[in-house]
């Protein structure tokens, strides 16, 4: 499929709606992280606590911070771009036309894609990635134009993140168990691209490719959580007496949410070495204690509510208190106009339960189309199993394209019920 007529309009339409959730609430939401994106790109110096290629996004879009809002502005049309493109391959352009239309003006894409987080333009890459396999796996025309307009970006978008490299190597593993043999080289020659946009900017400016103490944010939590049982106290002191006491260690908060131990920043760069010993002897000692606090911490990324509805944090409706004189442009109109997103996050229940949408995902795949269905429920489980792993917190965000695909399907699903129905009378 080429970017065709139809589907410009559709872009151009849903670009209209976007730009839309962009100016009431201009210059968009910021959360305490998206702040410290906007000193990134503000700063002069590439920074090693987030990926090169990510920093550069920021400052190229901004002109090096001096206009941010355009940063906000570019993570909408962006995942609006994804949005249609998707749709467009999974339902017929006039479905397409209405289901993506639809979705850009729910606060799952319109909202958050307004929200300075870098989940945004990541989710979007994974999404354009998924575009384009469904294409190749549908033997539909796959030219040089789609590679340009869904491989190109989808690759660089989704180096925002280092789990880019572990989401798109599981896609590859759970693509080819499904006998898309036919895709190897493809599937090979993202997983390069994705890799060397990963590592080779970081190492060409001498930077970590990745900040050690963030990358093991998820296992400081889970040894905090253990040194708040019973059976976890003198388990540090025992294992690697190097990182500290268990009293300082220790922390209930960190099982399902950020972590209240009294580790100071010079204490934690000191655990960087010695710490994923020290995970590992833990989960070799406590296998089904680490699996019980995965579970209880991603709750919203299972199919099923083991601990009740989950409840994850969604969608970002404000400008946190800050030093860079952020605010609406537009106050009163946008403080009345923040209770549509709101709404979303009173049903967090529904809309942001990462694993419901994605059984939905599963059992569309059982019942057929597997050419259409598979490269978006492979992409949405790989996504899935990384963050089960990885988070070290719930946050709706981080599965951003497991709730935009799923969503997309459902919509695309209810119009085609319409119309049927509709031709029956």
């Not at 890799?195 to 970081?202: N, R």
């Amino acid at each position: 499929m080429t970017f065709n007529l139809t589907l410009r309009k559709s872009f151009y339409f849903n670009s209209v709606i976007a730009i839309f959730w962009w100016i009431i609430f201009h210059p968009g939401f910021y959360s305490p992280d998206s702040l410290y994106y906007v000193e990134i790109a503000k700063s002069l110096k590439a920074s090693s606590t987030t990926g090169i290629v990510f920093q550069g996004y920021l400052k190229l879009i901004s002109f090096n911070g001096n206009l941010v809002s355009l940063i906000t502005l570019s993570n909408v049309l962006i995942l609006a771009y994804s949005v249609t493109r998707l749709a467009f391959v999974i339902s017929s352009p006039r479905i397409a036309f209405v289901s993506s239309a639809l979705l850009v003006s729910s606060p799952v894409v319109g909202a958050i894609g307004i929200t300075l987080w870098q989940d945004v333009p990541f989710a979007a890459g994974l999404l354009l990635l998924t575009t384009f396999f469904v294409i190749k796996l549908g033997s539909q025309e796959s030219n040089t134009a789609n590679f340009i307009s869904l491989v190109v970006p989808g690759i660089v978008l989704s180096s925002f993140r280092p789990n880019g490299l572990f989401t798109i190597l599981l896609f590859l593993a759970f693509m080819l168990s499904m006998k898309a043999k036919s895709l190897f080289t493809t599937l090979v020659g993202t997983l390069i691209g994705v890799a060397l946009l990963t590592f080779m900017p970081s190492l060409l400016l001498n930077k970590d490719v990745v900040n050690s103490a963030y990358a093991q944010e998820w296992m400081r939590y889970d040894i905090s959580c253990f040194a708040s049982t019973e059976r976890g106290q003198g388990f540090i002191e025992r294992v690697r007496p190097e990182i500290g006491t268990t009293q300082e260690w220790e922390s209930k908060e960190a099982c399902t949410w950020f972590s209240s131990a009294n580790l100071q920043n010079a204490k934690i760069a000191k655990s960087v070495r010695y710490l994923p010993s020290a995970w590992l002897k833990l989960v070799l000692e406590e296998p089904l204690f680490v699996l019980k606090v995965h579970l209880q911490r991603n709750s919203y990324l299972l199919p099923i509510p083991i601990n009740g509805i989950p409840n994850p944090p969604f969608i970002h409706t404000e400008i946190d208190a800050n030093t860079l004189e952020l605010e609406w442009t537009f106050q009163d109109f946008a403080e009345r106009a923040r209770l549509i997103p709101r709404v979303w996050n009173f049903f967090n229940g529904i809309f942001a339960w990462s694993g419901l949408w994605l059984l939905f995902m599963f059992f569309e795949l059982l019942k057929g189309k597997k050419n259409i269905i598979a490269p978006v429920f492979c992409m949405s489980f790989a996504v899935t199993l990384v963050l089960f792993l990885v988070a070290p917190i719930p946050d709706a965000r981080y599965a951003l394209s497991v709730l935009v695909s799923g969503q997309l399907l459902v919509i695309t699903k209810a119009i085609n019920y319409f119309h049927k129905a509709k031709e029956i009378r």
